[in-house]
């Protein structure tokens, strides 16, 4: 009912920059709050940032200072800037949202969670 894409992903050298985007489909009603998450090889997803609708943010430590998360509400698309890449990010990058879906005049009266497909990035040394 929901779908999210990623792109954006690629292989870029240490030091370089990446943006990916996400973009949600869907019956959609509203979507309150979306990030992104990631997954190295042999490693468990962890939590790289989110957003909220309004815009309140927060980061992994291993992203503060490096990495900004954005959104365009009227888009349901969310952004993943990422700056001065390290080998270490190095990772499958999932985006993330909380949805609530439409169903005609009706609404979910709670947000159900939903995943792309992931995208690609890998940083060189």
């Known amino acids: 009912q929901v779908q999210l894409v990623e792109s954006g992903g690629g292989l870029v050298q240490a030091g370089g920059s990446l943006r990916l985007s996400c973009a949600a489909s869907?019956?959609?009603?509203?979507?309150?709050?979306m990030g992104w998450h990631r997954q190295a090889p042999g490693k468990q997803r962890e939590l790289v940032a989110t957003?909220?609708?309004?815009?309140?943010?927060n980061y992994a430590d291993s992203a503060k200072g490096r990495f900004t998360i954005s959104r365009d509400n009227a888009k349901n698309t969310v952004y993943l800037e990422m700056n001065s890449l390290k080998p270490e990010d190095t990772a499958v990058y999932y985006c993330?949202?909380?949805?609530?879906?439409?169903?005609?005049?009706?609404?979910?009266?709670?947000?159900?969670?939903?995943w792309g497909q992931g995208t690609q990035v890998t940083v060189s040394s």
């Open positions: 993330n949202a909380r949805v609530r879906t439409r169903q005609g005049p009706f609404y979910d009266l709670e947000g159900n969670d939903y």
């Open positions: 869907g019956s959609i009603f509203s979507i309150n709050a």
């Open positions: 957003i909220t609708r309004g815009g309140s943010t």
